[in-house]
């Protein structure tokens, strides 16, 4: 079997054992995504799995990747260069037969974001024991995400605390019963999701919250953190004190890696996140407050930052319930004003939203998507890994793959002539290569050595593999931190910039720190004041 994909938003079947005869006719066509997103759409990567070759998925020019089961499908006659009609029942699928998985800022981020960045699904590729599927995101970053039932969406959830019950009356009793260790609330809200899909963080940052009245898991205190994780802290602190972000990001995730009970870890993780503000910082920074006030509900930093993150990502209902919870469970931290600016910009965010809701100003953004479609997005499933530092803007069929004995590595290739290579579990960045004078593209690992072969914009394959320690290595890149930095801000720049930067000219607006002008919301600095407590300061 044989299967392709084309810009014309088809997967195509072909069965090798039959005779086939091309016409504008053939009853090869098992996908069309134009029935479902419009005449606009178009596939840009497909990966079958091969443990289970039932299953394919398929990244196209839009951020959703949809994995597909071939046993529910077959092939229908799809006329060649006919447009189909999105409300159309004549190409659909059968209920069940596809998943569809995002990034949970990426709905919201794909309606507003600039003019000149797309985001596109420029490769796919499933996990050596098939149950992962990595997507490259051109304009974005890397995600992996679970492909079987780990992430799957139950009780529709939004990230916002529990409504505190003391300020109805009604509601009195019921609130004397209740603990700082009460699970958030499962009640469904009147709209399902503010960024077009269900938000299930209880499961897609491995949070055991448990809805059938379960413990949760075991925190460890900060007073009592082994060793080797309170030495990674302070280095990881200090680093932040030094506004080296990125580093201290990464300390964190190793100590993450350790021990993934520790909510300061998180804590502190989502405070350098919050600072650094790559692409899928404050969302990242979001889940790691939820892991940390799930693992110690009364960790007063994570409560705040986790309704500045709601605010910053412009899910303004639910982070003026996250601040009503936070006002009632820590009044004591009231009078703080990094407490009270946050809750002026909240209010301002609600009335400007009332105000263009009197005006009728929406805007339907997804007026050529499907109702099955429609209905697709709104079950989508959360990302589990994400890896920064490459940049992806350039070019369509830029790749990321797996790559070591058992996967635990992953590769891509980036527009400023390198590749990166991340540790897969911790996603620290851990080498970047110079593997083309223009544009690395491709990148695929041999199946049974330590070889990858790479290409680009250069006529030439390069063929990869260890070498002696001893040896210097001309091609490695010495600070990853800085070629990371620099991409991030790329993906971030106007093309016509990023090709005078190409020619060699040096613009100062692009090589600005995103951070040195920004204005801060909160202290970088603990006080011994107990409104301390609510500043973004590292514990």
């Known amino acids: 079997m044989l299967y392709s994909a084309s810009e014309d938003g088809t997967v195509r079947q072909f069965d090798l054992r039959e005779s086939h005869s091309c016409s504008n006719y053939c009853s090869n066509t098992i996908i069309n995504l134009t ?68 990034a949970g800022h990426l709905p919201q981020k794909a309606n507003n974001r600039k003019r000149y960045r797309s985001l596109v699904s420029t490769y796919v590729t499933f996990s050596p024991n098939g149950e992962e599927v990595l997507v490259n995101l051109g304009g974005e970053q890397i995600y992996i995400f679970d492909v079987f039932g780990s992430r799957k969406p139950c009780d529709p959830l939004t990230f916002n605390l529990p409504p505190n019950e ?28 503010t960024n077009g899909y269900i938000k299930s963080i209880s499961e897609t940052a491995a949070i055991r919250i448990d809805h059938n009245g379960n413990k949760r898991r075991k925190c460890i205190q900060a007073g009592s953190l082994p060793q080797r994780i309170e030495l990674l802290k302070i280095r990881a602190n200090k680093l932040f004190g030094e506004q080296k972000y990125t580093e201290a990001i990464m300390l964190y995730s190793h100590a993450v890696l350790i021990n993934n009970n520790i909510a300061i870890l998180y804590g502190n993780r989502a405070a350098a996140l919050s600072k650094r503000k790559w692409d899928g910082d404050i969302y990242a920074a979001l889940r790691d407050c939820y892991s940390a006030v799930n693992l110690d509900p009364d960790h007063v930093k994570a409560h705040f930052r986790l309704a500045r993150c709601l605010y910053e990502l412009s899910w303004i209902k639910e982070s003026k319930n996250c601040l009503n919870y936070f006002e009632n469970k820590f009044p004591e931290h009231l009078e703080n004003s990094t407490y009270k600016q946050l809750l002026r910009e909240i209010d301002q965010a609600i009335l400007k939203v009332e105000s263009n ?63 990166f290579i991340w540790e897969k579990h911790s996603t620290n960045l851990v080498k970047v290569i110079h593997g083309d004078d223009s544009i690395v593209n491709c990148l695929q690992p041999h199946p049974s050595y330590c070889m990858l072969a790479t290409s680009g914009i250069d006529p030439v394959v390069r063929l990869w593999s260890p070498r002696p320690e001893k040896e210097t290595d001309e091609r490695s890149v010495n600070d990853t931190i800085k ?57």
Request: net charge negative.
């Open 357 to 419: 809701s009197s005006k009728g100003s929406t805007t339907n953004i997804q007026s050529d998507s499907s109702i099955n479609e429609l209905s697709y997005r709104n079950t989508a499933f959360d990302y589990k890994l994400r890896y920064c530092g490459h940049c992806n803007t350039t070019t369509d069929i830029k790749e990321a793959n797996y790559f070591g004995s058992n996967g635990q590595y992953i590769v891509a290739g980036s527009d400023d002539g390198r590749f």
């Open 483 to 539: 070629a990371a930095t620099a991409n991030q801000r790329r993906m971030n720049t106007d093309p016509l910039e990023v090709m005078l930067m190409n020619m060699g000219y040096r613009l100062t607006a692009a090589h600005t720190d995103n951070n040195s002008n920004e204005e801060s919301d909160e202290d970088d600095t603990t006080s011994s004041s107990p409104s301390s407590s609510v500043q973004c300061a590292t514990n």
């Open 166 to 193: 003391i300020i109805s009356d009604d509601n009195e009793s019921s609130n004397s019963s209740r603990t700082d260790t009460d699970e958030p609330s499962s009640s469904v809200p009147d709209h399902v999701g």
């Open 35 to 102: 029935s479902y997103i419009g005449n606009y759409a178009e596939i840009k990567s497909i990966s079958l799995n091969q443990h289970h070759p039932y299953l394919i998925a398929v990244g196209a020019n839009d951020p959703y990747v949809r994995i597909y089961d071939l046993r529910m499908i077959k092939s229908h006659s799809d006329q060649s260069g006919s447009p189909s009609s999105c409300n159309s029942d004549d190409n659909t699928l059968p209920d069940g037969c596809m998943q569809y998985y995002i």
